[in-house]
């Protein structure tokens, strides 16, 4: 079996991100008051920037880049978004929730189609802030994830913020014994098939749930709260753990000051680990 498409994916698991899915704008709702209070808190200092420059990194739709974006303009700051993802259809929506959000010729976007290991090769920055938003991170696999990290460290100045949000799903195999063999998540039927043990992820086959007709395969890193924070570390100063519900409970990391010293995108992309034949 091949590897399933992504908005095949997304569509079968009935992921809501579209504008005007009520479900969608509970969402939005819950990431712009977030947004609200970090600017209030920990990241008020972007407040007297005048302008902010935002990426929304595997922003999908553009949800919480859109909801960010909209918290700082509310404070009366012009704001420039770039949304980057693998789903050009998902970018599509970029617009519409930026005229939802009303912020309709107050809010410049970029919509950037490609791989988030693959950043420097696809934006320019500086970006005052990073999103990696939408528990997304289980896509990138041990190496995939520290080559996003550092290639944001570099799109960075140094008074830079990262954030993302990622629900801990290691304590829940660990702790509440959630692993599952066989899955049904929306109308996507997955079957654990192997673990790669060099890059870290499972693989599973897919199928719909109804006619079991195969979708392909899909591969998942199962991160936990602390690996992630650890990996932030390696390439920012400083790094705060935060829980949140937005419609479930989950946590985000909040990492300012990129560091000066760190290896460099090109340096990992270059020294990738790879199995042996």
Do not use: C
Request: aromatic share 8%; no cysteine; glycine share 10%.
């Amino acid at each position: 079996m091949r590897p399933v498409g992504l908005s095949s994916l997304y569509e079968g698991l009935g992921w809501f991100e579209a504008p005007g899915d009520p479900r969608a704008v509970d969402r939005f709702n819950a990431v712009r008051a977030f947004a609200r209070a970090l600017l209030g808190g920990p990241l008020s200092d972007l407040a007297s920037r005048g302008r902010v420059r935002v990426v929304d990194v595997m922003g999908g739709t553009g949800i919480a880049g859109v909801a960010f974006a909209s918290a700082l303009a509310e404070l009366g700051l012009a704001v420039d978004l770039t949304v980057v993802d693998a789903r050009p259809d998902a970018l599509g929506h970029v617009d519409g929730w930026v005229e939802a959000a009303g912020l309709g010729g107050r809010v410049s976007v970029a919509a950037v189609p490609g791989s988030a290991d693959m950043l420097p090769e696809l934006v320019t920055g500086p970006f005052d802030l990073a999103l990696v938003w939408g528990s997304s991170l289980p896509h990138l696999d041990v190496y995939s994830l520290h080559l996003l990290l550092a290639g944001l460290r570099e799109l960075q100045p140094a008074h830079g913020a990262l954030i993302v949000e990622q629900k801990d799903l290691l304590s829940d195999i660990l702790v509440n014994n959630a692993f599952r063999h066989v899955m049904v998540t929306g109308d996507v039927l997955t079957v654990y098939r192997s673990y790669d043990r060099v890059r870290g992820v499972q693989v599973r086959l897919a199928y719909r749930a109804g006619d079991l007709s195969p979708l392909g395969t899909v591969e998942s890193r199962l991160w936990g709260l602390a690996e992630v924070a650890a990996a932030a570390w390696i390439f920012y100063g400083h790094v705060t753990v935060m829980d949140l519900v937005e419609f479930r409970p989950t946590n985000v990391v909040v990492a300012r000051g990129p560091r000066t010293s760190a290896p460099t995108w090109r340096e990992l992309r270059e020294s990738t680990p790879r199995a042996q034949a």
